[in-house]
Structure formats: C-alpha cells, structure tokens
Nanobody
Framework: QVQLAESGGGLVQAGGSLRLSCVASGRTFSSYAMGWFRQAPGKEREIVASISWGGGTTYYQDSVKGRFTISRDNAKNTVYLQMSSLKPEDTAVYYC???????????????????WGQGTQVTVSS
C-alpha cells in the first residue's frame, strides 16, 4: 500500500497560481498512474487530472484544460499539479490518488485509484 502526502494548498486571488505536490511512499511509485481530484462543499469528488505511470499520457477535466498541468518526477516519488489562472470555482479540497494497478496509461475514474491522500485546501478569492 502507498502513502500519499499533499502540500501546497492555500488562499490565492483569482488569476493567481499555486503548485500542489504529492509525495508517495511505500511502493514503487514509477509503476503506477497518479491523479488529482477535488471536492467542493456539497459536490461530488471529481477528477482534475491524471498522468500515466510513464508520464507520457495525461488527462484533464475540460474546465481546467490550458490552465492546469500535471507532471511527475519519479526520482522524487512526487506528482505535481501546477494551477494557473485560478478561478473562484476552483475552490475545493484537492486530493492526490494512486492507481491500484501497475502500468496503466488511461485512468480517470475514482474506482481506478486505490490510495488517497488526506487532501489540501485550495481557496480562490474573487
């Protein structure tokens, strides 16, 4: 089982930027796809972005395309979410998640992921 620890959340004005980090421990990080999800109050958890085990395939929710970038550094066991041009509607708790199956490229459903971090709050003020 993998342990995930997110960091980098905070309060930012609309139009600003934040970079979230998620450090993984407990198993071979480079063999698993990773994802970022978010959950706003009163709403269901939704995929923001995902990245394949090798980093060559990425997926983005339509609302963040062109503004967010997911990346990974397998040497550091870390996945990142660079968020730019933030909007108030991006306000949510952001969760890092790890795939439960090795060597998959296309993952984006909550059921694809077997391990979750505790979450980090992102608040965008207008």
């Amino acid at each position: 089982q993998v342990q995930l620890a997110e960091s980098g959340g905070g309060l930012v004005q609309a139009g600003g930027s934040l970079r979230l980090s998620c450090v993984a421990s407990g198993r071979t990080f480079s063999s698993y796809a990773m994802g970022w999800f978010r959950q706003a109050p009163g709403k269901e958890r939704e995929i923001v972005a995902s990245i394949s085990w090798g980093g060559g395939t990425t997926y983005y929710q339509d609302s963040v395309k062109g503004r967010f970038t997911i990346s990974r550094d397998n040497a550091k066991n870390t996945v990142y979410l660079q968020m730019s041009s933030l909007k108030p509607e991006d306000t949510a708790v952001y969760y890092c998640a790890a795939d439960h199956t090795v060597y998959r490229n296309w993952v984006r459903l909550p059921s694809d992921f077997g391990s979750w971090g505790q979450g980090t709050q992102v608040t965008v003020s207008s």
